[in-house]
């Protein structure tokens, strides 16, 4: 998976390089690459909402979808011009090591505990999600975990540290690490009738699939925040440093977050806008 992301990142950049001068302004440039986690991705938001950046501004955005870590990963080697990622401690480390300069939170959701409607550990219509992972364990009900090192993966991850357990040294093979995307996962879940944990709006954008039900929702521990983040300087050219700064500053604005807060899939509103600083 990281290969093909190398991959189509290389090509992108292949492709930008291949266009004519008159593509570039000297201050500003008219295509970048924006590094996404794929939930933002796969709901649809981007596809919605860029078009109306693109229109405003001439600058042509791609995206490069990856779990958080990877998408990372690949910002901090200076293969994207900005990211949009909701893993706020592996976050916290990418500005502490010195490849982020700003931070803005702009916008947020929910995470949700999905399962079957014969729901063997009994944790629906609850809303602490650590509690009910606990139940899952204790009922070695089915269980997948995304494992791909996004965002999702680690709030599940924070989840089972909240309750001591470590699924990893589970017998009984009810626990099941795919290391996939989140709709991977809810095809993995919906095929073994088993539980997993899915942003909301990627929930919703693949339209409850063969009879998996929410089960548990709106704790605190759910709350499932997006930042954007440019990189340091240095790390890409002044031209695209500059159409990157366009694109965060048009995302925390009044017309970025009316887009972003306009977003419905089956009349539900997927995303919050909430554009703030980030410590």
């Known amino acids: 998976m990281r290969a093909c992301a190398r991959l189509a990142v290389a090509a992108i950049w292949a492709a930008l390089a291949a266009a004519p001068a008159s593509?570039?302004?000297?201050?500003?440039?008219?295509?970048?690459?924006?590094?996404?986690?794929?939930?933002?991705?796969?709901?649809?938001?981007?596809?919605?909402?860029?078009?109306?950046?693109?229109?405003?501004?001439?600058?042509?955005?791609?995206?490069?979808?990856?779990g958080t870590g990877q998408a990372l990963a690949t910002a901090a080697r200076g293969d994207v011009d900005l990211v949009l990622v909701h893993d706020p401690?592996?976050?916290?480390?990418?500005?502490?090591?010195?490849?982020?300069?700003?931070?803005?939170?702009?916008?947020?959701?929910?995470?949700?505990?999905?399962?079957?409607?014969?729901?063997?550990?009994?944790?629906?219509?609850?809303?602490?999600?650590?509690?009910?992972?606990?139940?899952?364990?204790?009922?070695?009900?089915?269980?997948?975990?995304?494992?791909?090192?996004?965002?999702?993966?680690?709030?599940?991850?924070?989840?089972w540290r909240a309750t001591g357990l470590d699924p990893a040294t589970a017998s009984g093979g009810w626990y099941r690490d795919i290391g996939g995307g989140m709709g991977a996962a809810?095809?993995?879940?919906?095929a073994m009738d088993a539980y997993t944990l899915s942003d909301r709006g990627t929930w919703l954008a693949f339209g409850n699939p063969r009879?998996?039900?929410?089960?548990?929702?709106?704790?605190?521990?759910?709350?499932?925040?997006?930042?954007v983040i440019l990189l340091a300087p240095g790390k890409r050219p002044p031209a695209s440093d500059e159409a990157a700064r366009r694109l965060a500053d048009w995302l925390s604005s009044t017309d970025g977050q009316s887009a972003i807060g306009g977003y419905t899939v089956a009349g539900q509103q997927l995303f919050h806008p909430s554009a703030a600083a980030v410590p």
């Open 23 to 66: 593509a570039q302004s000297p201050a500003t440039a008219k295509q970048l690459v924006l590094g996404s986690t794929t939930s933002v991705e796969n709901s649809g938001l981007l596809g919605r909402i860029l078009p109306r950046f693109t229109a405003l501004t001439s600058i042509e955005v791609r995206v490069v979808a990856q």
């Open 89 to 159: 401690e592996a976050e916290q480390r990418f500005m502490a090591d010195g490849h982020g300069l700003d931070r803005h939170e702009i916008a947020w959701n929910d995470f949700v505990l999905v399962g079957p409607a014969s729901d063997p550990a009994h944790v629906g219509g609850g809303h602490d999600a650590a509690a009910a992972l606990r139940a899952i364990w204790t009922a070695r009900a089915p269980f997948v975990a995304r494992g791909d090192g996004s965002g999702t993966s680690a709030r599940e991850r924070q989840l």
């Open 186 to 190: 809810l095809n993995a879940a919906a």
């Open 211 to 227: 009879g998996l039900r929410i089960l548990v929702e709106g704790g605190p521990n759910l709350i499932n925040r997006y930042d």
